[in-house]
Structure formats: structure tokens, C-alpha cells
């Protein structure tokens, strides 16, 4: 039993980082009907930023010229890469994508392949392959509630993503911003033709995806301090599996089947050897998806709509 | 009128060369390998070269720039200048060979023009071990993007399985030779007497083959209920599964990966079933099959209508297109004679799509020259190391926002026009025509 919510714990923070990042795939999805395959390395290069600017802030503080309480030093990190990514994902947007608006959808998902191999390549020429850690801005303490133990880590990370979904999805319901998104989901076409700016829009939903996403890397980087040019891989494509599961273009969708993903996988590694994690969890998905091939919260496929 | 004057012996030439049939260049090129043969060493060394450029001068473009002009001028010397001469001076020759060729029997004229190919290619190739090495990697590379083309290109679906394809193939073949063949400490002696095992090797190859197909019922059968993303995702899916599934299975080595595959996999072998591979998928686009998947990628509901049995098409593409993908594996596992499941995983796929787009999409010549091309491109880039990993996504995104569909799209080619003796017909068919205008 106290395995069990232990696990239960460890998914909670696990599914989060799924599903910070598939909101992005899927707001970018929703709006401009093709999936940023980059995604994961913005992850990364939010990681990164994130490493850079709570690093200079430490050292500040240590060299006595702006001295800032840890917990200052954390929300600052995560507003400061937050923005600095944003603007990473515009450029993305600006340089591989809206050119490709009108190519065929394979051709921009290859590009944001590529992409994605520039920024880790990038990466690794411009810092060298060593490993980065980051520092810690939160002292971890321990808390017990009977028998599960719970560090202020996980809480902190887990309210931090559920705040941020439940801000998006207000963001994308209540604002003009959001509803312009939500038009462009709707119809390419028309939109433009009723004042809507879409190139905005698009450079806006890239922006926010990635600072999701940098916000997803920073939370990483608090619980497991060590960075590398290609952690973005593996967790962007899981969080893209996430985003199709959740039903494409679905917000809510893809934050709930981050979670699962995550407790998917925390519970393969507690009942198997750790080895069978993903090729158990990745059958899951292929069952799944031949079951319901729309995903959970997704329109379901038929020819004529094609036609 | 000075620059008409300048303009005609050019114009001379190029109809001369229009003239030259696909057997005169193929004859120039074996002569180029039999100058380079002859004068090809003293000549790099005078050229300051130390030795024959290996790669037509590619692989030095990095490595050394400084050495590019002269690697230039040994290029035209003992490649382009053979060849040209060659083709020009034994044009009328060839093309009354291609002539009588053709009247024996089209498919002779095309065994005799790829066993002629083959010749130049392997005496070029013979000059050393990395050459040969490249030539097979090239040729399984086009035997790839081809079979990715199916899906991808000429269905119009995003498969990202092709690596698990090529895993499954690989190990299937590896492990059935060693088996039976080798014999190993895991497995035990040899099944079979190993002299039996050039000749049973093939079957190897199509068990390998085979099981891929079966692995690809697994993309093949959501594939009638969804398509698009959600297929991409269950291809994506099936590749990790794949990679997983053999990191796990410790009979074959789990992620430390499996050796000991005997050496059977020469250029010959490499290379006829290349030919295979490349004949079979392009009288596959072309047939009404082929018509087929087109159809099936541009308007499903119409293509029903039409009473294309989508289903079955969609079938028949996935299954054929993963069974050379394995067979592919197969012969790769034997070429480097070492497979490991990391080798089958995203990066590889990145380098597939990379081929198939670059190529060209819905295109038989246009996968032929991606393969080719990327695999040249890539041995040029390899002294930069990393940064080769930089200026190919680069490049390939600059082929996407200028051609989205690749270099050379949609492109097959018919084989037996091909090989037709060029000139020669048709100023005899034009004949009786200036008879009557006289």
C-alpha cells in the first residue's frame, strides 16, 4: 500500500513534465495543424537557459552584489527562461515553419526534425559534451505522511504544472488572445479574412508552447540536477505520445494522458525490471491507439472527411 | 553572330552526346576505372594527391581544401574525359550493339547493361576496402529510402517504423546464420555444415524479410481505422518497441548487441539485391497497384469509389515495403558484421527520412539519388564531426522551403526504354518522311 502511493507520488511528478510539454505539441497542433517535432529540444535549450540564468543569479548573490532568497531566485529563473525561450520557439516558428505553411505536412515535420537535431548539435559543439549540472535552489526537505515520503520538490513542481494548466486553459477560454487561437484551429482560411493576424498568432502559440516547455525543463532540472544535449529526445517524444493519446489538438487531453504516461511508467518500473519501461509502455500505446485511434479526447478519423 | 558561331560546335557536341546510348556511357565508365587502373596513382602523386582520391575527391573537400583543385583535375582526367571520350567515340559501336541486344530479347539487353554496370562498379570499388564498404552502405541506403518511399512518398503516410523493420530483418538473418552456420557460444556448434551457407544465405535474407512484414501487421492493420498522426505514432510506437524489446532479450545479446555474422554479405550479393530491391519497387509504383497508392494518399473516399480496394493496397504497401527494410537490415547486419539495437533507433530514422525527402517523394530516381547523394554528402562532411550534424539539417530544411517535396519527385523509370539504342532509330524512322519531301 505504501508502495503504492509512493508510486502514485512519483507519477504525479513524472506525468508532469509529460505533460507540460505535450500542452505545447497540442496548442501548436490545435492552431496550425502540424506537430512541432522540435519541441523536446526546446525542452532542452529551456533546460539550458534555465541552468544559465539561476547559475548568474547564484553567483550574483555569492559575490554579494544583488543577494536574492533562493525561492526569488527560482521564480526569477523560471520567469527569465520562461521569456528567453518564448523567443527560441518564435524563431523556430519564423525560420521553419512558416515558410512550409503550405508545403505538404510531412515536409514541415521533417524540417522541425532537423531542427531539433540543430539545437542538440548546437548544444554540444557550443558547450562540449560534458554533462551540466544544476544548481539547487530549493534545500529539499522530507515530509512523511504515513510511510509515503514526499520532498518539497515534487509538491513545488507538481502545483507549478497544474497552476500553469489550469492558467493556459483559462488563457485559451476566457482571453481575445485564446480565442483568435481557438478561430485559427477552426478554419485557415476565413480567420485571416476577419482581421485575425495569424503569422501573431503563430509566432504567440510557438512563444507560449515553448516557455511551457522551458518552465517543464526547469522543473527537470530541480529534480534531476544533471543536463545533457539529448535528454530532450526521449522525453519529447514520449510527451508527443502523450499529446496524440490526449486526442490531437486537445489541451486538457494531452495534460491528462501526460499524467498517465507517467504513472504508465512509474508502475512498468515498479512491477517489472526498470529495462521493460518503455517497451511495455509503448505497447500500452500501440493497443490504445488500435482501440481508440483517435486518442481520448480527439475527433474520430473518417475517409469522407478528407474529401 | 559571333556568339551563334562560338555557341555551334557545343551545340554539336550535345547532340552528339544526346546520341549515346546508356551502353556508351557505361562502357566510358569502365574505361575511366581501367585509366584510373593504369595511370591512376602516378597521376594523384603528381598531382600532389599522395594517393587516388577515394571518394571522386568528396572525401577531401573537408579534410584537406587546399588539395580540392587538384583532386578537380585528377577528377576530369581520369573520369570525366574517359568517359566523355569513350562514350563519344564508340557511339555508333554501341549503338548498334544496343540495337541487336534489344532485337535478342529486352531482358537480356538489361541484364547485359546492369552486368556491365556492375563490372565498372566493382573494378572501381575493388581499390580498396573503403570504397568497397561505401558502395555497399550506398547501395542498402537506396534499397532503404526506396522502401521508405512506399510508405512515406507513395502512400502518404508518416511511417516512422523503417528502423524496427530493419532491427527485425537484422536480427532474424543474424541469428538464423549464426545458428545454423557459425555456431556460437550461446548457441552451441553449427547446425549445418557451413558450406552450405553461401548458398542458403538468400533464404536467411527473406526469413528476415519476412518477419518484418509480420512485424508490420502491427502498423499495417491500425493503418485501415486511422491514419496521419495517430499512424506515425503507432509506427513510432512499434520502433521503440522494437529497440526495447531486443535491449531486453539477452539471446541476442541485449544492448551490447550481437556479432559473429559471417562475412557472405560481398559486394555481389549486396549489390543483387539491390537491383532486385530497386526493379521490384519500381514495376510495383508503376503497376495498377502502384496507381493504387496514389490514389489511397490523395482522396481515400474517392479512391474507394473507385473501386480500389483500399484496404488491401494499404496492406500489400506496408507489408512489401517493411519486407525490404528487412531484408535491408539483414544484409546490413552482415556488411558491418555487428548490429546493436542503439543502431536502430531515432537517429536512424532521422537519417531515412532525411534520404527519402532529399531524394525526392513518390520517386523511384529521386530515392536512388537521395540514398546516393546522402551517403556521399555525409562521407564528404565526416572530418567535421559534429558539425556534419549541423549543415545536413541545414541543407535539408533549404530543400524543404524551396522544392517541399524533394530534389527529384515523382520519377520512376522504365527500364527497358532506358537501354533503347538512341539516334540510330530514329533517323531510320525518319527515312521514308525525307524520301517523301524530296
Known amino acids: 500500500m505504501n508502495v503504492f502511493l509512493q508510486s502514485v507520488v512519483n507519477a504525479l511528478q513524472w506525468g508532469s513534465f509529460y505533460a507540460l510539454i505535450a500542452l505545447g505539441y497540442s496548442m501548436v497542433y490545435s492552431v496550425l495543424m502540424l506537430f512541432n517535432f522540435a519541441h523536446g529540444d526546446i525542452f532542452m535549450v529551456g533546460a539550458y537557459i534555465g541552468l544559465f540564468v539561476s547559475t548568474a543569479l547564484v553567483t550574483l548573490g555569492a559575490s554579494g552584489v544583488l543577494v536574492l532568497p533562493n525561492w526569488l531566485i527560482l521564480v526569477l529563473t523560471i520567469i527569465l527562461a520562461a521569456i528567453l525561450t518564448s523567443f527560441v520557439g518564435m524563431l523556430v516558428e519564423r525560420v521553419g515553419y512558416r515558410p512550409l505553411r503550405r508545403a505538404p505536412r510531412a515536409s514541415a515535420a521533417l524540417t522541425g526534425l532537423m531542427i531539433g537535431i540543430i539545437l542538440q548539435t548546437g548544444n554540444l559543439a557550443l558547450l562540449g559534451a560534458r554533462r551540466r549540472s544544476f544548481p539547487t535552489l530549493i534545500e529539499t526537505t522530507t515530509f512523511e505522511f504515513a510511510g509515503v515520503t514526499v520532498t518539497n520538490t515534487k509538491i513545488v513542481i507538481v502545483l507549478v504544472s497544474i497552476l500553469l494548466m489550469v492558467a493556459l486553459h483559462q488563457f485559451v477560454r476566457r482571453t481575445k488572445w485564446g480565442m483568435a487561437m481557438r478561430a485559427m484551429a477552426y478554419d485557415f482560411v476565413v480567420v485571416p479574412l476577419m482581421g485575425v493576424p495569424i503569422n501573431t498568432i503563430a509566432a504567440l502559440t510557438f512563444g507560449l508552447g515553448s516557455a511551457l516547455a522551458a518552465v517543464a525543463g526547469i522543473l527537470f532540472g530541480l529534480a534531476y540536477p544533471v543536463l545533457e544535449p539529448y535528454m530532450g529526445i526521449l522525453v519529447g517524444w514520449k510527451a508527443f505520445v502523450a499529446a496524440i493519446l490526449g486526442g490531437r489538438g486537445s489541451v486538457l487531453g494531452a495534460g491528462l494522458a501526460g499524467f498517465l504516461l507517467g504513472f504508465i511508467e512509474i508502475f512498468v518500473a515498479l512491477l517489472f525490471p526498470s529495462t521493460f519501461r518503455d517497451l511495455i509502455a509503448f505497447s500500452i500505446v500501440i493497443v490504445i491507439l488500435t482501440f481508440r485511434p483517435h486518442g481520448f479526447f480527439g475527433e474520430a478519423y473518417s475517409a469522407r472527411l478528407r474529401l | ?438
Open chain 2, 1 to 438: 553572330m559571333a556568339r551563334n558561331q562560338a555557341k555551334r560546335p557545343l551545340a554539336g557536341l550535345r547532340s552528339a552526346l544526346a546520341e549515346v546510348p546508356l551502353l556508351g556511357w557505361l562502357l566510358g565508365m569502365v574505361a575511366a576505372v581501367i585509366v584510373e587502373y593504369l595511370v591512376g596513382a602516378p597521376l594523384a602523386r603528381a598531382l600532389g594527391l599522395g594517393r587516388v582520391p577515394l571518394l571522386f575527391g568528396v572525401d577531401l573537400l573537408f579534410k584537406s581544401p587546399l588539395l580540392v583543385p587538384s583532386a578537380l583535375a585528377y577528377m576530369v582526367l581520369v573520369y570525366v574525359l574517359p568517359v566523355g571520350s569513350v562514350a563519344l567515340v564508340t557511339r555508333p559501336l554501341a549503338n548498334r550493339a544496343a540495337e541487336k541486344l534489344m532485337a535478342l530479347s529486352p531482358v537480356v539487353s538489361v541484364l547485359v547493361h546492369v552486368a556491365v554496370f556492375y563490372g565498372g562498379l566493382h573494378s572501381w570499388a575493388l581499390l580498396n576496402d573503403y570504397r568497397v564498404l561505401v558502395v555497399k552502405l550506398t547501395l542498402l541506403a537506396v534499397m532503404l529510402t526506396l522502401s521508405l518511399n512506399l510508405v512515406n512518398g507513395y502512400m502518404g503516410e508518416f511511417s516512422c517504423s523503417h528502423p524496427g523493420f530493419m532491427a527485425l530483418g537484422a536480427y532474424t538473418s543474424s541469428v538464423l546464420t549464426v545458428l545454423l552456420f557459425v555456431g556460437s557460444e550461446r548457441f552451441g556448434p553449427a547446425l549445418l555444415p557451413s558450406a552450405l551457407g553461401p548458398f542458403l544465405f538468400p533464404l536467411a535474407l527473406i526469413v528476415g524479410g519476412l518477419v518484418a512484414s509480420l512485424g508490420a501487421l502491427t502498423v499495417a492493420i491500425p493503418s485501415f481505422r486511422t491514419r496521419g498522426d495517430y499512424l506515425a505514432i503507432i509506427s513510432l510506437a512499434f520502433m521503440l518497441v522494437v529497440k526495447s524489446l531486443i535491449e531486453n532479450l539477452e539471446v541476442v545479446g541485449g544492448a551490447r548487441g550481437f556479432m559473429g555474422q559471417p562475412d557472405w554479405a560481398g559486394l555481389t550479393t549486396v549489390f543483387i539485391w539491390a537491383v532486385a530491391c530497386v526493379a521490384m519497387i519500381n514495376s510495383f509504383v508503376r503497376s495498377t497497384m502502384g496507381k493504387a497508392l496514389n490514389a489511397v494518399r490523395d482522396g481515400e473516399g474517392a479512391a474507394e469509389a473507385m473501386t480500389v480496394d483500399t484496404r488491401r493496397t494499404k496492406m500489400v504497401t506496408f507489408l512489401f515495403a517493411a519486407f525490404w527494410a528487412g531484408v535491408a537490415g539483414g544484409l546490413y547486419a552482415h556488411v558491418m558484421r555487428y548490429v546493436n539495437p542503439g543502431g536502430f533507433g531515432l537517429q536512424k530514422l532521422a537519417e531515412l527520412l532525411a534520404m527519402v525527402y532529399l531524394g525526392g517523394l513518390n520517386s523511384v530516381v529521386g530515392s536512388a539519388a537521395g540514398g546516393v547523394g546522402f551517403m556521399l554528402f555525409s562521407e564528404a562532411l565526416r572530418p567535421l564531426e559534429i558539425y556534419k550534424w549541423i549543415i545536413i539539417p541545414v541543407l535539408l530544411i533549404l530543400v524543404m522551403i524551396f522544392r517541399p517535396t524533394g530534389l527529384i519527385a515523382f520519377r520512376e523509370f522504365d527500364m527497358v526504354s532506358l537501354v533503347r539504342p538512341k539516334g540510330a532509330p530514329t533517323r531510320r524512322r525518319g527515312v521514308p518522311h525525307v524520301a517523301a519531301q524530296d
